[in-house]
């Protein structure tokens, strides 16, 4: 049922019109699974029993740190299948012509937590998100320097690559996954572009994170925040050579 790598390439020319961007596949290993793609065929998308991905009908981002879509875009309908992966393995998110190149970018999960672990069920506002995984400035200055979130967009058009590992020793179990990349390149109107998918997680281990590492979402930012308020233009912020990626610490689990 999954593609694998060979016939992808064709299809993500095929987007290159609209601007902005997001995940609309993911691969563990070598195994592809589509998502949604906002400008593709939606009453197919919705029909797929196969769609691991939750719902998002635009690449335009979220412009509010309190938008109720924050945490998983809108309408972030739930999907219906979970990608199912072992604890230590990477989840790689792919984009299409991402075109922005400053800002942050941090992978999350949040356990489905209700009776019966069902993340097609569970409101993604209601999870406790820890961080797996963050990418941010890799060399240079806040304005001109080399942002991972420059460096992974291959700009032809062929599959950019994000991926984060689901810590080892994690507990099994069904979790949201959630990738965001926040684009700064207009001063103070940071940008958010989140999407998510749902993952069963397989594990030998027992470990799950405590709360210093948990916020909810929306919730995790806010305006008063310098990182995400920020004018990346002004003469005191330009130049700086380090950004502290802001949130929780991530959470990598005790057998790292
Ligand atoms: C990637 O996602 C897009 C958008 O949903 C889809 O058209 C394409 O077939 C997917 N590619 C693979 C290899 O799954
Ligand atoms: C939240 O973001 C969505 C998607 O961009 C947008 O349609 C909606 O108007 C926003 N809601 C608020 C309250 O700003
Ligand atoms: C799962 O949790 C959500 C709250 O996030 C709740 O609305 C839903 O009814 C729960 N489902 C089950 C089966 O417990
Ligand atoms: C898994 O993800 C980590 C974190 O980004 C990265 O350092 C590592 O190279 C990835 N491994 C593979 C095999 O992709
Ligand atoms: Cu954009």
Not at 169 to 188: D, T
């Amino acid at each position: 049922m999954w593609t694998t790598l060979a016939s992808i390439a064709a299809g993500l020319l095929a987007h290159q019109a609209s601007a902005h961007g997001g995940a609309v596949n993911y691969t563990v290993g070598e195994t592809w699974y589509p998502g949604y793609d906002p400008y593709g065929d939606l009453a197919m998308e919705d029909a797929a029993p196969w769609m691991p991905q939750r719902k998002w009908i635009t690449n335009d981002p979220i412009f509010e740190t309190t938008n109720h879509s924050l945490s998983c875009n809108a309408p972030g309908d739930p999907a219906r299948v979970y990608i199912p992966i072992s604890a230590g393995q990477n989840i790689t998110a792919v984009y299409m012509s991402w075109v922005h190149t400053v800002g942050p970018m941090i992978a999350w999960m949040a356990y489905c937590d209700n009776e019966t672990n069902d993340c097609e069920t569970f409101e993604s506002e209601t999870g406790d998100w820890f961080k797996i995984g963050q990418k941010g400035l890799l060399d240079g200055s806040i304005e001109t320097g080399e942002w991972f979130q420059k460096s992974f967009s291959r700009w032809d058009g062929s599959p950019s690559l994000w991926s984060e590992m689901v810590p080892r020793g994690l507990r099994a179990g069904r979790y949201l996954v959630r990738h965001e990349i926040i684009s700064l390149h207009s001063a103070n109107k940071p940008q958010f572009y989140p999407e998510c998918a749902h993952l069963e997680v397989s594990s030998d281990g027992d470990e799950y994170p405590t709360q210093e590492y948990m916020v909810k979402i929306p919730g995790v930012w806010n305006m008063d925040q310098p990182e995400i308020n920020i004018d990346i233009y002004s003469p005191d912020v330009s130049d700086l050579t380090v950004y502290n990626i802001p949130g929780p610490p991530v959470w990598t689990g005790a057998s790292a």
